[in-house]
């Protein structure tokens, strides 16, 4: 009791702001962007709408379609991906973050928005704010994306209860700045299993593919066992603090 007492309090009275940005917010026909949600309210106290607002084109005369090669025919132009909340210390109190990540593949060179819209957050209306990507022949060459993380599993054609190490790794950004993963690293989905006595948590440096020198990653490691049979789907994610 004494311990839980001496924690700072988690702050609920703060009016809820919200910012939504594309990461990067200019890419190439078929690359991929990031669309972002981030607010200062806890994960369970917001409703998000059943449906996205979809993407209006502003620019030149293109279209944003279904998925580019590889992805299933049909996908909407907005695929949720990963969603939590984190704890960040104020000073005084304990603020809540969370964050709602969509995936976007835009297929042809144009200025696309996605225009504000509102959510309900305990209970109240919070505006989204609009979203600006642009898609480009050539982006700027400065710009450079958030890292993200890489699943690897040696096999994906498991029975079910067959243990297998999964291995996430995140390229850290080179002469960039310092940061720190918080809730390293959550895999999220159903069907499956996390062995938490076999988590292993490090940075190391390893050669490149390509040859072109070495590069720095934060690798997780764990026990991964799926306990259904058919299709398991699953997604790692974390909280960057830089």
Not at 85 to 94: A, D, I, K, R, V
Not at 102 to 109: D, E, T
Not at 156 to 164: D, E, K, R, Y
Request: glycine share 8%.
């Amino acid at each position: 009791m004494a311990l839980m007492i001496s924690q700072p309090k988690i702050d609920l009275e703060s009016p809820v702001v919200a910012t939504a940005w594309f990461d990067p917010p200019s890419v190439r026909p078929g690359e991929e962007s990031t669309y972002r949600i981030s607010m200062n309210a806890l994960e369970e106290s917001v409703e998000m709408p059943a449906k996205m607002p979809a993407l209006q084109n502003t620019g030149t005369n293109s279209a944003l379609g279904t998925a580019p090669a590889g992805g299933a025919g049909g996908t909407p132009a907005l695929l949720l991906g990963a969603r939590g909340q984190m704890l960040q210390f104020t000073g005084s109190s304990l603020q809540p973050r969370t964050m709602y990540n969509f995936h976007v593949y835009p297929l042809a060179v144009g200025r696309f928005t996605l225009p504000e819209f509102k959510i309900m957050v305990y209970g109240k209306p919070v505006t989204i704010p609009a979203a600006y990507l642009d898609v480009l022949s050539n982006p700027p060459a400065s710009q450079q994306a958030s890292p993200r993380l890489i699943v690897e599993l040696p096999n994906t054609n498991l029975f079910a209860g067959q243990a297998v190490q999964v291995r996430v790794h995140c390229p850290l950004i080179p002469a960039g700045p310092v940061m720190a993963l918080n809730q390293v690293v959550q895999l999220t989905g159903d069907g499956f299993i996390i062995d938490q006595s076999t988590v292993r948590q490090s940075t190391r440096v390893e050669p490149r593919l390509d040859g072109a020198g070495n590069l720095s990653l934060f690798i997780y490691e764990a026990v991964f066992t799926p306990i259904t049979t058919g299709k398991v789907s699953f997604m790692a994610q974390a909280f960057a603090i830089v």
